[in-house]
C-alpha cells in the first residue's frame, strides 16, 4: 500500500503547476507546488465539485460578504442532498480555495 501512495505522490510533483509570485515568496516553491496540487485535487472531490460550482454561482453578488454567504448556503444545501457531511470550516477552506483559483493565484501551468 505505501508503494502506492510514493507512487501516486511522485506522479503529482511532476505536474506543471504554476502559484502567484507572492505565495512561493512566503512558502518556497515546493511547499507552493505541494499546495496547489492539493488544493486542485480537493476541487476535483465531490464536495469541491459542489463548492467551485456554488462560488461561481454567485459571482455576480454584489458584496463579498453576500458572495460568501450564498456560496456557503448552496454547497450546505449541495452536501446535504449529496448525503455528505461537512463542517463549517471545511465549507469555509473550499470557497476560499475556489475564490483564489477564480483570482488566478494558482492552476494548472500554461
Known amino acids: 500500500m505505501n508503494r502506492f501512495f510514493s507512487a501516486v505522490g ?10 502567484s509570485d507572492l505565495f512561493v515568496q ?10 496547489v496540487v492539493g488544493a486542485e485535487s480537493l476541487l476535483k472531490s ?9 462560488v461561481n454561482e454567485v459571482q455576480a453578488l ?16 449541495g452536501a446535504k442532498a449529496a448525503g455528505i457531511t461537512v463542517t463549517d470550516s471545511i ?6 480555495i475556489a475564490v483564489q483559483k ?3 493565484q494558482f492552476g494548472p501551468a500554461a
Request: overall charge positive.
Open 10 to 19: 511522485h506522479f503529482f510533483k511532476h505536474i506543471a503547476v504554476f502559484v
Open 102 to 104: 477564480i483570482k488566478g
Open 26 to 35: 512566503l512558502f518556497g516553491a515546493d511547499i507552493a507546488h505541494t499546495f
Open 46 to 54: 465531490e464536495i469541491g465539485k459542489i463548492a467551485w460550482a456554488a
Open 91 to 96: 465549507i469555509n477552506m473550499l470557497i476560499e
Open 62 to 77: 454584489a458584496s463579498g460578504a453576500e458572495k460568501k454567504a450564498a456560496a456557503f448556503a448552496k454547497i450546505l444545501a
